[in-house]
């Protein structure tokens, strides 16, 4: 029953945010460029303590921030982690990585495979100075086969497999994806498995090593092309452009505007119709040479040809506008500028205006992962090189300021 009006309400209870899922649990991420630090990233978001352990000098990615754009993809993916440097070379380097190991639950990398075990800091090393440890490793081809010693980078295991061969337009040479797909999907699918390692670990109390080799993490993201490829019994496909990969779904196509390009994919003959009917051409819903998905397939060009014509007479935004009012799958392509500045994702706080110390006021991304009941962590901003030495070993391993000092002056710190 209601009170009535202007009677006192009573007070709705607020709910208290709940701990991010992560917290308390302690990583190290030796990660470097971005498929490890992007991993540690989505952990620290997550509500993990993640310590950044660089090298001398810092690590690949902040010694790019002096060539062009290259500091704000280290801002990007480090934010809310912890920053030391260690020299892993000298032994008083591997001893004090060994006792941060004896504390932490997780210790994160993507270097060549074998790397850390001629550093005397593999995983069976590790492993016998705390069996609880989780070692995750992420790599381009793996830590096993004839590919593992292979040089891997995004742009190398684009090729590899097969994204570049199907990238771009048919008369053309082939093209990389513009984003670091490789990179990016081996680094959530290493945090999948490191975090799938955890839970074990709450039933078992032990450890593992995990790993994710990045050659197999974008495989099935070529699902389209790969379903042409059987279809045509072996046959090497041409490059698609902006159709279909498997040229199984018309239209779907970037179309032009007068002021810049839509992208529309009709899935269906809902679509199709919805499509029409913005176009005000719904006699072409009654034609048999587009009756169905089949039929539009094998006119393909025609299809194209006609909602081009259709397109090139609006605006893009104003386009837009009247295929989401029809229900019609679609989006302008924008560029980096419009992306950025995104009035949804600032306002579900994935991507927010941050004061950085080094940078100024730049965009940041938040993560991605969601937690319903807490609250999004505040974007603390990527440190510089060793900013929370005192923290770190200070505070958390319990050096004294002497300490300190001596490992500074061996060239340890």
Known sequence: MGQDEGQPQAAVPQQESRA???AGVTVLDLGQIYNGPYCGF?????GARVIKVEPPGGEHLRR????GGGALPFAMLNSNKQFVTINLKTPAGLDLLKQMVARADVLLENFAPGAMDRLGAGFEVLSQINPRLIY???SGYGLSGPNRDKPAMDLTVQAMTGIMSITGFPDRPPVKAGPALCDFLGGVHLYGALVTALFERERTGRGRLVEVAMQEAVYASLSSSLGLWYSTKGAVPARTGNQHGGLAECP???YPTQDGHLAIICVGEAHWHSLLQAMGRTDLGADQRYASLKDRVARMAEVDEIVSAFTAGFRRDDLHALLVRHRVPCAPVRDLGEVATDAHMHS???LEWVDHPVLGRVVLPNSPLRFDGSDLPQIDPAGEIGRD???VFGDWLGFSATDIERLHAEGVL
């Open 136 to 138: 995750a490793q992420g």
């Open 42 to 46: 989505l952990l620290a978001m997550a």
């Open 348 to 350: 579900r706080r994935a």
């Open 252 to 254: 779907y196509n970037v």
């Open 389 to 391: 030495t005192g923290a």
């Open 64 to 67: 790019r921030g002096s060539v």
């Open 20 to 22: 991010l899922p992560l």
